[in-house]
Nanobody, 121 residues
Framework: QVQLVESGGGLVQAGGSLRLSCAAS????????VGWYRQAPGKQRELVGT???????NYADSVKDRFVISRDNAKNTVFLQMNNLKPEDTAVYYC???????????????WGQGTQVTVSS
């Protein structure tokens, strides 16, 4: 069984920073691509950014130059560093990871439960 858990959300003032973590646990052989998503009330879930197994990243235009995704493969953890936060960044943030549970197994997609980020004016 694989579990993906986001943490680090909270309340922060505009212009502040927050670092989210996405930690995988359970039966894990390897983690391939990981994506960070967010969903604000009344809106569709949107892609924030991605990081490949090799560490290459891509970001949505709305967060480019403000957010940074990184990973610590030894700890099975991916991070989302959010800087210069804006009220429009307020949302529940989710991570999604493609994980191989064991050697020789195909990867499958897992979602975390989400962590709330609230940015005040």
């Amino acid at each position: 069984q694989v579990q993906l858990v986001e943490s680090g959300g909270g309340l922060v003032q505009a212009g502040g920073s927050l670092r989210l973590s996405c930690a995988a646990s359970g039966s894990i052989f390897s983690i391939n691509n990981v994506g960070w998503y967010r969903q604000a009330p009344g809106k569709q879930r949107e892609l924030v950014g991605t990081i490949t197994s090799g560490g290459s990243t891509n970001y949505a235009d709305s967060v480019k130059d403000r957010f940074v995704i990184s990973r610590d493969n030894a700890k099975n953890t991916v991070f989302l560093q959010m800087n210069n936060l804006k009220p429009e960044d307020t949302a529940v943030y989710y991570c999604n990871a493609d994980i191989r549970a064991a050697r020789g197994y195909p990867h499958r997609s897992y979602w975390g439960q989400g962590t709330q980020v609230t940015v005040s004016s």
